[in-house]
């Protein structure tokens, strides 16, 4: 089984729980679908980045976030990051919500999984073109994250130019659009840290003083 589908099946609420078979092949024939159909995309730029006091500089933007500010410690870079699948998963989802619900819900699951695992696809390509001129890459910290502002959202979709990019937007609630996306900041030092693939939820490091939490 990959990651892919044991993540989807553990955003299903299974966790310890075995899955009945029917079940997995309903979530392996969705997740298969998925793959077919999402066109995924990304997009980052890199800003050089100040902080003093809790309080982060970027350009003209100023962050107030006591966790985004331990996450990026030591960063004098920071990537503006935002990862989309695309218009066909909320399609998908849609049509199976009014046809079959229980697909739905797994499509929803699915999505979330491949969602994620595209976005660590991403982070790894960024890391490795950085690590030639000696920068590495902290965990992504998203808007809405612990006490970093939802409302920043407009602001990193601005800087990225993501709606003629990417096709990614916000409603005024600032919930993306298309709902399957992420939008996040980067931090780059000097340091190289043994990040976890999967961020620090994952991740055994429990000392670190850059842990998001
Ligand atoms: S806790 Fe782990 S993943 Fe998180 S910043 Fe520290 S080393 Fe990286």
Redesign the pocket.
Known sequence: MNREIREAIRYLGYGRHAIDEQTLALVECSMEELKAKVRERFIYRIFELSQKDGVLQIGDWTIESKGLSR?LKGCGRVAAFAATLGTEADQMIRRASVMEMAKAVVLQSCAAALLEEYCDDCQEEIAKELSCEGWYL??RFSPGYGDFDIRHQEKLLALLQADKKIGLTMTKSCMLTPTKSVTALIGISREQ????RQ??EV?E?AD?????A
């Open positions: 996450n902290r965990p840290i043994p990040c976890h961020g620090c991740c490091k670190c003083l850059y842990r998001r």
